[in-house]
């Protein structure tokens, strides 16, 4: 069993930047792959970027490629989101997942048997 829960979330300006954190309970934290989630009011929930079990392996959506960053830190049981260049459409709640197995990029929520409660992360204009 893990338990994840978010942190990092809050108010930035258009061009600012924020950096989320996935903390995690239960040490097969270390065996699963995570990724963070987002979704926006009035819209699907939507793939941000996944890393593997080892942090070797990661994959990002096109919409935040060159912006965003995932990494993490094992002995902390932590994944991190490194968001800079924000823009208005990055506006969301932020949710981290995490799944056992990771064969590349899986953009299907359902896929994902553990999740956290989410951040609101809100860029203004």
């Known amino acids: 069993q893990v338990q994840l829960v978010e942190s990092g979330g809050g108010l930035v300006q258009a061009g600012g930047s924020l950096r989320l954190s996935c903390s995690a309970s239960?040490?097969?934290?270390?065996?699963?792959?995570v990724a963070w989630f987002r979704r926006a009011p009035g819209k699907e929930r939507e793939f941000v970027a996944t890393?593997?079990?080892?942090?070797?392996?990661?994959y990002y959506a096109d919409s935040v490629k060159g912006r965003f960053a995932i990494s993490r830190d094992n002995t902390e049981y932590q994944v991190d989101l490194q968001m800079n260049s924000l823009k208005p459409e990055d506006s969301a709640v932020y949710s981290c997942?995490?799944?056992?197995?990771?064969?590349?990029?899986?953009?299907?929520?359902?896929?994902?048997?553990?999740w956290g409660q989410g951040t609101q992360v809100t860029v203004s204009s």
């Open positions: 997942a995490a799944k056992s197995g990771f064969s590349g990029p899986d953009y299907i929520p359902s896929d994902y048997a553990y």
């Open positions: 239960g040490r097969a934290f270390r065996n699963y792959a």
């Open positions: 890393i593997s079990w080892s942090g070797g392996t990661t």
